[in-house]
């Protein structure tokens, strides 16, 4: 075992002075420890952002309004400034723009003049389909070069992006993109994983179908060109039986990826306001329909130019990788390397195939500099005894998607001597870090080292205090630029308000347990509510429920994942069956194979387990909070208040989880 607070790394002298945080330190005339710094930026966060855009030389007008007016939730920056995400993100000349590699060996490389060219093309073929400031453009994509071509020439248009990944099922898809109205699809006809071929096509069509605001889908025949053994440069065909779906859509046109980049145009810049939607993320979807979240374009970039340069150390001719999806709100922040001069590595693939090393050699072969991952993947290095060796250029590596236990920051430790481990804590609802590292910081393990610059970030007890020291509910009682401008389709921001003001009014509760300690460090606990978390990414209940509930034997369900404490835990099924039905084997098998096909293999449970009833509030809503407090060792009375459930008794068939 290794003791929570082991120092493990300690910056030198060298590495301090060179440090991208240190220069900006100098360039503002202070110094000190870091929390002063930290401090500072919360106390005075208008000189704080304001120092962000003129240290960054942000490409934008600031305009002549207040850095920041009015309070959460309806705090808003910069006020008359404008400002284009892909201007920022395409600034710089020169060297490797992004390298992308997939599972099977396949690699290609694009410089800054071609990806600049590429997007030109590209937002060429959007003006021609009618897209324009205001549009959505959805991606179905996975992490591939044409999704981060896609998303930069839909941005520099204004017109606004929205992705999920193609192991996504249909019905995860079109809850998403149905709420925001897209008018192009871009889509791939499948994809490999782990050594398979997964076949979209018709997924793609049902998606399509469900989608009646569509002027086009844009075909891309990704898995085709795998499997025919084609370079990636040439995985795009103008022409041939792949070019689209093999059932015309009901709504718009088809055409391929190569007909939509086929003219070259322009490559021009629609400055927008700061807070113009840039993106459309979504939440997990725990109580009903995933949470259509949209970023602005100034809040991305302010936050990605802090968050990349001083807590990753990133600059120019650096080698960014992140293993996500683009699902995932850490695709969001790797393009983002673009912004700082930066390369990121793009990777399509399964993070163990063909073996537990395969994410370690793509950072030894790209030569990674700063290298991150979901905390599941560092310990499943260690439990499989990996060895590491190369990875001379790494300086950094980045764990996130749930707490990283002290084991994991000794591997990392013993394996890289020298080379930091940080690991960061934040979510979609910002898409970036509150917590995390820098490299004027030690390492010690199961410790974060520091909140962010610019996010103050507290512990709440039950009553609302602020505490140091003990453990509490994770908040933000500053605002920050990249908090969400708003929900989709939500005019009156209610569902914005209810989603993290609602508790604490006037503070952001974010739904994590956190313990801040007095030199400003602090340990993340795992969610405080119902939220999943499975191999480090976020998924909500209500997405089973839509599944499992379809079928006849079903009555109810609930689904609770045990995880804590950076330990994955158990996904735990249970249902109560409809009159005269019963749990066997083949209902199980069939449930399983709904939820892998419909919503993704992480979805499926461990475990299903039959019970007489679901525990509900006096109102219907599921009492999974407290199920979950149960199984993870909670005696039954106080878990719940039995007064304000339709049906304490159910409570006592749900025991404390094994293993």
């Not at 003049?113 to 453009?137: C, I, P, T």
Request: proline share 8%; aromatic share 10%; net charge negative.
């Amino acid at each position: 075992m290794v003791a929570e607070g082991e120092l493990l790394w300690e910056p030198s002298e060298e590495v301090v002075a060179s440090a991208r945080l240190t220069r900006y330190l100098e360039w503002l005339g202070r110094s000190g420890p870091y929390e002063d710094l930290w401090q500072w930026s919360v106390d005075r966060p208008a000189e704080f952002w304001t120092s962000i855009w003129d240290y960054f030389d942000v490409l934008g007008e600031r305009g002549d309004g207040p850095v920041v007016s009015g309070e959460m939730p309806a705090a808003r920056w910069f006020a008359g400034g404008t400002i284009n995400y892909a201007e920022n993100a395409l600034r710089h000349a020169g060297g490797t723009a992004l390298v992308f590699v997939s599972e099977d060996g396949a690699r290609q490389e694009l410089t800054r003049d071609e990806l600049r060219d590429e997007v030109a093309r590209v937002r060429a073929g959007l003006v021609r389909l009618g897209v324009g400031r205001g549009d959505r453009v959805a991606g179905y994509l996975p992490n591939i070069p044409q999704a981060l071509i896609a998303f930069l020439a839909t941005a520099s248009l204004g017109a606004i992006w929205s992705a999920g990944s193609p192991d996504f099922g249909v019905a995860s898809v079109v809850d998403r993109f149905k709420q925001i109205e897209p008018k192009v699809l871009i889509a791939v006809d499948g994809y490999r994983y782990n050594g398979k071929s997964y076949d979209r096509s018709a997924a793609v069509n049902e998606i399509a179908a469900a989608l009646p605001t569509l002027r086009a889908t844009v075909w891309i025949p990704y898995l085709a060109a795998a499997e025919e053994g084609r370079p990636p440069q040439q995985a795009l065909p103008a022409e041939g039986p792949a070019e689209g779906p093999t059932e015309e859509p009901p709504h718009g046109e088809v055409i391929g990826w190569e007909g939509l980049r086929a003219e070259e145009g322009p490559l021009e810049f629609e400055r927008v306001p700061f807070d113009h939607p840039l993106w459309i993320l979504y939440s997990s979807g725990t109580t009903g329909l995933p949470k259509p979240i949209v970023h602005g374009h100034g809040g991305v970039v302010l936050e990605h130019l802090k968050s990349l340069a001083f807590h990753q150390d990133l600059g120019e001719g650096d080698v960014f990788f992140w293993y996500t999806t683009t699902g995932w709100m850490m695709w969001n922040y790797l393009v983002g390397a673009l912004l700082v001069g930066a390369t990121p590595v793009l990777y399509d693939g399964a993070a163990t195939y063909p073996s537990p090393a395969a994410l370690w050699r793509i950072a030894d072969s790209e030569q990674v500099t700063y290298f991150g991952v979901g905390a599941p993947y560092i310990m499943a290095s260690l439990k499989s005894g990996l060895r590491l060796d190369g990875l001379e250029r790494l300086r950094g590596v980045g764990s996130t998607g749930s707490p990283l236990p002290p084991e994991g920051f000794a591997w990392v430790s013993a394996e890289l001597p020298g080379v930091p481990v940080g690991s960061f804590s934040g979510g979609t609802d910002v898409c970036t870090g509150f917590v995390g590292a820098t490299v004027l910081h030690p390492i010690r393990a199961g410790i974060i080292p520091c909140r962010s610059l610019g996010a103050k970030v507290e512990s709440y007890d039950p009553a609302g205090r602020s505490v140091v020291g003990e453990v509490g509910e994770l908040v933000l009682t500053q605002p920050m630029p990249s908090m969400p401008v708003m929900f989709w389709n939500d005019p009156d921001g209610r569902r914005y308000f209810d989603s993290y003001f609602d508790v604490y009014p006037g503070v952001w509760r974010h739904g994590d347990w956190i313990k801040i300690n007095k030199d400003g460090s602090c340990v993340i606990y795992g969610r405080s509510d119902s939220t999943l978390n499975r191999g480090g990414v976020r998924m909500g209940t209500s997405e089973f429920y839509r599944v499992v509930e379809r079928f006849d034997e079903i009555a109810d369900s609930m689904v609770i994942d045990t995880g804590q404490l950076g330990q994955e835990g158990r996904l735990l099924l249970y249902v109560t069956l409809a009159p005269g039905a019963t749990l066997t084997e083949q209902l199980e098998r069939s449930l399983c194979t709904a939820l892998r096909e419909e919503l993704s293999p992480r979805h499926v449970p461990n475990e299903i387990h039959a019970v007489p009833g679901i525990p509900r509030t006096l109102s219907g809503k599921k009492l999974e909070v407290p199920v979950r407090k149960i199984l993870l060792g909670t005696p039954v009375e106080e878990a719940a208040n039995p007064d304000a459930m339709a049906n304490p008794e159910v409570l006592r068939h749900f025991r404390p989880a094994a293993g």
